[in-house]
């Protein structure tokens, strides 16, 4: 069973970019998916999807991150990598990647999603 791990700094400072890595184990993930996404969780908040990218090579991001993300996959390791820029005390969150093995169909239900990491947290803090 393919297993995602979560990777990179616990603390970054404001104005910065966060960094990401999303390690799959236990089998070729490109088998399996479609998409990689990430998706995080603010204290107090409920999930919030950040962005995919599609093995074709599609990208979609939400709005709401004001085109501060950028997801990318190295489907030869096995990684997928967030990058988040101009980081304030708001993207304190846990972040998770996820892959869905079903195609885009107007929607990025996290409902969709086969297999999530256990999460890691990001602080931002001077």
């Known amino acids: 069973q393919v297993q995602l791990q979560e990777s990179g700094p616990g603390l970054v400072k404001p104005s910065q970019t966060l960094s990401l890595t999303c390690s799959a184990s236990g089998g070729s993930i490109t088998t399996y998916y479609y998409a990689w996404s990430w998706i995080r969780q603010s204290p107090g908040k409920g999930l919030e999807w950040m962005g995919a990218?599609?093995?074709?090579?599609?990208?979609y991001y939400n709005p709401s991150l004001k085109g501060r993300t950028a997801i990318s996959v190295d489907t030869s390791k096995n990684h997928c990598s967030l990058q988040l820029s101009s980081v304030t005390p708001e993207d304190t969150a846990v972040y998770y990647c996820?892959?869905?093995?079903?195609?885009?169909?107007?929607?990025?239900?996290?409902?969709?999603?086969?297999?999530w990491g256990q999460g890691t947290q990001v602080t931002v803090s001077s």
């Open positions: 990218t599609a093995i074709d090579g599609s990208t």
């Open positions: 996820a892959s869905r093995s079903n195609a885009y169909d107007g929607s990025w239900s996290l409902d969709d999603y086969n297999y």
